[in-house]
């Protein structure tokens, strides 16, 4: 199966200081591979229009529902996530992650999904602060889509 993030509204290339936050400089996205924070699939620069990447996964059914795995799926089953990284400079230093959770797919599309071979999540990447988004992410935060 196809897992495919479709991500708008980045928060630009640089992020200045706030309370409790440092600002950063040269800051790019990506998905980070399971287990590797060092590995990065296809950075994006913090200011571009559109993100997009495409993740080969398994998805099998369960008793539980569908249970999506992979080379970029992270956590065990019943709680498996994919983490966006946010890195800045030349360095890729990661400074903030995103969880988009799995969990979170409704039962009818993640069915469909198995059936099409297709699974797409959309969602913005800036936090109510102009920040990059980052903790949990889960609907509304994030739409799950199936087939097409």
């Not at 640089?14 to 950063?24: K, Q, V």
């Not at 699974?119 to 609907?139: E, F, I, N, W």
Request: net charge neutral.
């Amino acid at each position: 199966m196809q897992l495919r993030i479709e991500a708008t509204d980045l928060p630009g290339r640089e992020c200045g200081t706030a309370p409790g936050f440092p600002g950063y400089q040269d800051i790019h996205v990506a998905v980070q591979r399971r287990a590797k924070p060092g590995e990065l699939l296809d950075p994006q620069p913090g200011d571009a229009t559109r993100a997009e990447w495409t993740l080969e996964c398994a998805a099998r059914v369960t008793p539980t529902g569908v249970d999506i795995t992979g080379r970029y799926v992270q956590g065990g089953p019943g709680g498996r996530f994919i983490y966006l990284n946010w890195v800045s400079g030349a360095e890729m230093a990661l400074f903030r992650r995103a969880k988009i959770f799995l969990d979170a797919i409704d039962a009818d599309t993640a069915s469909e999904a198995v059936r099409t071979g297709r699974l797409v999540a959309r969602l913005g990447l800036t936090d109510a602060k102009g920040h990059p988004l980052c903790a949990a992410v889960r609907p509304p935060l994030v739409t799950w889509t199936a087939g097409g």
